[in-house]
């Protein structure tokens, strides 16, 4: 198709706002899917992403359409994943567009990642189409939204399209305001191939596919490709196009959107971001923005029955295979075995490679409490980066130790301003900027912006469930990586009957080690179940003891009721005790359950 008559674009909203929905209505109108195959959320097609209702994968359908005097066009759109664990893969696909859907709920206004997303869309020069949805329910307001978009995000009144998704209501206006708002695509269709990859998947066929948008030149199936920032080269087994299906075509030109199956063995030889070229007559320049994963949470994974090391490792090889940002290498530990340390782009990124490892290959396992990686400066000059408390160096080395930092953005209801700022500063925020988003005359009702700095590993502990309680649900949170920064932090050490445990040891900011040691401990005391023995938990500072629980020996033991010899009758009894703790791990003698790793990084 001639370029001026291709449209690239996707759909950008803060969750739950109706971009699912909407993209449904776009999908049925343009009788890209036929009515008996429609169901809902179309595009979202791993089980996972259907059950959360979230956009895990980006992808991407090709919709055809005609306009009232007879003119056909193409429309890409390009779904992204909507969850800031996955912000650069969302920039790289709103790369591969020239315009995006804002969607905004009527019912709740401007949120946090509408902002975010603007944001992006913006540095990425595209074309914002504003569109209010849900405008069918009784509790929208549709003038109050506007207004929003209008004080807040500079839009044009005039711009705005109000839609109900569900029923169908103007939607056919969003169409036609992609037509004509949309600038088409403007690559050189003679130039040297450059096609950004804005996502890929692995298939035990046809190797990496990798999903392009072509930016210049052409590509067929016959020439040999190459990757630029690698220099790795590829054949092509096959190009098409989405419907959402794949559907083999002959050639993509410049403009067009759709799949390269590279017969690459790993996505990480294919990373999104990169730009693919033809390696007999390479183009000069990559495509800017390209940017290795870069994982940013870390944390232990351990089998929970040690023979499961290996199905662990397979699960893992074969996770990879098709997610280049998830990192491991083994690790040992003296409470937990053999396992592995794990880098992910962030908590759900984790929380996804769990449940799947859980599902897909029915292996149980132990996470300890997630992590940042910090910098270590060494009194000889040398940075180190640290992934685990364990990796620490030991104090005298350290010179200064560094913690990543997120820019974030809050939207809260006023009434919560004085809450939510108070707990911004007990999570050493670094207040940034405020902006009222309307001012309602009944001053308790308007709606404030703010922006703090945020080291990573406060939202790592429980600063989104503190948001969400201390705001009874009503705030919204986004935030971006913008750098390391020194702090004042050290290893806090926890160890159980006189032995550290370092899978519940963790680093944190000098002036809170006391509190939280002891806060710790006391956790731990409730956590741990009670032995046939004494147990004493300690937590502990550069070899200093600061803090002391003990949990006190059961008084009677199952083993007491057995009087004589009958060794199978004890082996029974044992063995009922050891059922429902399949998620228990032992440290020496000590049993000690999931929960308690997990409440490393909480605080009360
Ligand atoms: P997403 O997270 O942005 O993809 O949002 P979804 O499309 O999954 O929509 C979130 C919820 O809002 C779902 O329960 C939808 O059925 C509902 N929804 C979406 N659009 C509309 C609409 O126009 N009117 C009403 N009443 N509900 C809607
Ligand atoms: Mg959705």
Same mark, same amino acid.
């Given at each position: 198709m001639d370029q001026s008559h291709i449209r690239n674009f996707c759909i950008i909203a803060h969750?739950?706002?109706g971009k699912s929905t909407l993209a449904d209505r776009l999908l049925e109108m343009t009788s890209t899917i036929p009515k008996r195959e429609m169901q809902q959320q179309?595009? /979202?097609?791993?089980d996972l992403e259907r059950e959360r209702g979230i956009t895990i994968k980006a992808k991407a359908v090709r919709m055809g359409s005609h306009t009232p005097n007879g003119d056909e066009y193409e429309l890409n759109l390009v779904d992204t994943p909507g969850h800031v664990d996955f912000t650069y893969e969302v920039s790289r696909s709103l790369a591969a567009v020239e315009g995006a859907i804002l969607v905004v709920d009527a019912t709740q206004g401007i949120q946090a990642q509408t902002i975010a997303n603007v944001y992006l869309a913006l540095d990425n020069h595209l074309t914002v189409i504003p569109v209010i949805n849900k405008?069918?329910?009784?509790?929208?307001d549709p003038e109050q939204t506007a207004q929003e978009l209008v004080d807040?995000?500079?839009?044009?009144?005039?711009?705005i399209i109000m839609v109900s998704a569900r029923d169908g209501t103007n939607v056919e206006k969003v169409l036609q305001a992609v037509i004509e708002r949309v600038p088409p695509p403007h690559g050189?269709?003679? &130039?040297?191939l450059r096609a950004l990859i804005f996502d890929s998947k692995y298939d035990p066929y046809k190797g990496v596919i990798a999903f392009v948008r072509l930016v210049d030149g052409q590509v067929s199936t016959t020439q040999p490709l190459k990757?630029?920032?690698?220099g790795r080269t590829a054949e092509v087994l096959e190009i098409g196009v989405f419907t959402p299906d794949m559907l083999p075509v002959e050639q993509l030109r410049a403009g067009e959107i759709g799949y390269i &199956?590279?017969?690459?063995?790993?996505?990480t030889e294919c990373q999104v971001g990169d730009t693919i070229t033809l390696s007999a007559s390479p183009a000069s320049q990559s495509l800017p923005g390209y940017r290795p994963a870069k994982p940013m949470v870390f944390a232990g994974l351990y089998p929970v029955?040690?023979?499961?090391y290996l199905p662990l490792r397979e699960a893992l090889d074969k996770l990879k295979l098709n997610d280049a940002s998830l990192l491991y290498e083994p690790e040992s530990s003296a409470a937990l075995g053999f396992g592995f340390r794990c880098g992910f782009l962030g908590l759900l990124h984790m929380d996804i490679v769990r449940e799947r490892i859980e599902r897909e290959y029915g292996l149980a396992m132990i996470i300890t409490a997630p992590s940042v990686a910090f910098e270590v400066v060494r009194t000889d000059g040398t940075l180190k980066t640290v992934a685990?408390?364990?990796?620490?160096?030991?104090p005298n080395e350290i010179a200064e130790i560094r913690e990543p930092i997120m820019a974030i953005t809050l939207l809260v209801p006023s009434r919560y301003l004085g809450s939510i700022m108070d707990l911004a500063s007990e999570y050493s925020g670094e207040y940034k900027r405020m902006e009222y988003l309307n001012r309602a005359?009944?001053?308790?009702s308007s709606r404030v912006l703010l922006e703090y700095n945020v080291p990573l590993n406060a939202i790592l502990a429980d600063f989104y469930d503190q948001l969400k309680s201390r705001s009874q649900g009503y705030a919204s949170l986004d935030y971006t990586f913008i750098g390391y920064r020194p702090a004042r932090l050290v290893k806090l050490e926890i160890l159980v009957n006189g032995q550290p445990v370092d899978a519940l040891s963790s680093i944190v900011r000098s002036e809170n080690a006391y509190q939280e040691g002891r806060a710790l401990v006391q956790r731990l005391r409730q956590l741990i179940p009670r032995q046939l023995f004494e147990v004493a938990i300690q937590a502990a500072v550069g070899g200093r003891i600061i803090a002391r629980e003990t949990v006190a020996?059961?008084?009677?033991?199952?083993? &007491?009721?057995?009087?004589?010899? /009958?060794i199978t009758r004890k082996r029974k009894l044992l063995e009922q005790q050891a059922e429902?703790?399949?998620?228990m791990k032992a440290v020496g003698r000590v049993e000690i359950p999931q929960e308690a790793f997990m409440a490393v990084l909480k605080r009360e």
């Open positions: 969750i739950d706002h179309v595009l /979202d097609r791993m405008i069918d329910m009784p509790a929208a807040t995000l500079g839009f044009d009144r005039n711009s050189n269709p003679e &130039a040297s990757l630029m920032s690698t &199956a590279t017969g690459l063995k790993n996505v029955d040690t023979n499961d685990s408390p364990a990796q620490l160096p030991p005359e009944d001053h308790q020996a059961m008084r009677k033991n199952v083993l &007491a009721k057995c009087y004589g010899g /009958d429902g703790k399949k998620r």
